[in-house]
């Protein structure tokens, strides 16, 4: 039975409005961007430009930062100012809640320096005195010309309309269940509050649609729907992730389908540091997403074999690593160097079983002697064995032949 493509291949993007956020273009034609949040206090201004830098330098496109106060709003065009003077152009948002309308207002340079605004639904929503928050942030929005995210998130949905749904649910002969209400609610808070920022004046093509959840079941279902109804750019993410592999898994799980889909304009992968942990993760996961489901390069990929009984030394697992560390280090250095450098696939296996046949896939590959049975390493360039290395150089050789392979 031949192969059907269309099972094969992930499905066209969905096409969106697309949104300039300071000069990065979300939606639209544009490939599907990387952003990540910082986790300081805005008002300390040194450790949110360190953090900002660091998360840009990663590779994140665009980094959010909380204004939760006036001392934050106050230090946002000062953060803005370090960062052009680092040479960071990286488009910084601001996550507004509660008093983002008060706080725009009384910091006309916090809404300047901002490339774009967060506003959660839930919190600024459809109520009454509340509606009157949401309509000052966008006719601020407006006012700047900027474009705003309409962030809805299950954990701070509008209890009023979700209540509403309810009941309307429980009239219905067939009710639907109450996961199924809840996930409307969510679609709803979010359609709602951009038709409500459009009847204001703000342009289609200055809103940004989140919907985030905490159970990728329900993630699919809820971007699912709402992709099917507009065509608002879409920001992913699995909210409350949570810690390593299980915060991995679950938002690779989660937003791989939805990619998959053509479904997701902008992702962040919402993972908790450990205490004093390195925030670039959620950048490095998100690029690596991205990456292996073929939809962006952004770092050489190395391939290695997990091993097994046929490997006697953890050679294989070290020259992995070395080669890895060595492409993390330089990459800022090699992208100006060498254009294109990101599409590069190096292959580090175990032995011969597997390692000729994947070095041979790779750009450059080798395949480090297993067992005794076989004490040469043959090298692989461009599909093509270039070398036979042996004896206790080997992985020094072959990590020289990479980079030399990388200069040419
Ligand atoms: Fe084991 Fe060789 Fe396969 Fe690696 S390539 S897993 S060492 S058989």
Same mark, same amino acid.
């Given at each position: 039975t031949p192969i059907d493509p269309v099972l094969a291949d992930p499905l066209p993007r969905r096409r969106t409005v697309g949104v300039n956020v300071g000069g990065v273009l979300v939606g639209g034609p544009a490939p599907v961007v990387v952003q990540s949040m910082t986790n300081t206090d805005t008002a300390d201004v040194d450790s949110t430009v360190a953090q900002v830098a660091q998360l840009a330098r990663a590779g994140s496109e665009i980094v959010r930062i909380t204004v939760d106060r006036p001392e934050s709003a106050a230090a946002v065009p000062r953060i803005r100012e370090r960062l052009d003077r680092l040479g960071l152009s990286v488009p910084l948002v601001g996550d507004f809640h509660y008093i983002g309308h008060k706080l725009l207002a009384d910091y006309p340079d916090c809404a300047a320096a901002l490339a774009k605004y967060r506003i959660n639904p839930g919190n600024v929503g459809f109520k009454d005195k509340k509606d009157r928050q949401f309509v000052d942030i966008i006719e601020m929005a407006i006012r700047h010309d900027k474009p705003v995210r309409i962030g809805v998130n299950w954990g701070s949905l509008d209890q009023e309309l979700l209540t509403r749904l309810m009941d309307e649910n429980s009239a219905l002969a067939q009710p639907l269940s109450a996961r199924a209400v809840m996930r409307e609610s969510i679609i709803q808070s979010a359609l709602h509050s951009a038709a409500l920022a459009e009847e204001t004046g703000l342009a289609r093509e200055k809103i940004i649609l989140s919907a985030k959840v905490s159970n990728v079941q329900d993630l699919i279902a809820v971007y699912r729907d709402l992709s099917r109804r507009t065509d608002h750019a879409i920001h992913l993410g699995l909210t409350e992730a949570g810690m390593g592999s299980k915060g991995i898994v679950a938002s690779s799980a989660a937003m791989g389908i939805l990619l998959q889909e053509g479904i997701g304009d902008t992702i962040r992968v919402s993972l908790t540091p450990?205490? /004093? /942990?390195? $925030?670039t993760k959620e950048v490095q996961v998100a690029q690596e997403l991205l990456q292996t489901m073929g939809f962006r390069q952004f770092i050489p990929i190395v391939a290695a074999c997990p091993g097994c /009984? $046929? &490997? &006697?030394?953890t050679l294989f697992q070290e020259l992995a690593e070395t080669i890895q560390n060595d492409i993390r280090r330089n990459m800022p250095e090699w992208r100006e160097r060498y254009p294109g450098v990101e599409a590069l696939s190096v292959a580090v296996m175990g032995c011969i079983v597997n390692g000729p046949g994947e070095s041979k896939h790779a750009d450059i590959g080798i395949s480090l002697p297993g067992t005794a049975e076989v004490p040469s390493a043959p090298v692989y360039m461009d599909g093509v064995k270039v070398a036979t290395l042996r004896g206790a150089g080997i992985a020094q050789e072959f990590h020289e032949m990479v980079l030399a392979y990388i200069e040419r």
């Open positions: 450990e205490p /004093g /942990g390195d $925030r /009984g $046929r &490997t &006697t030394s």
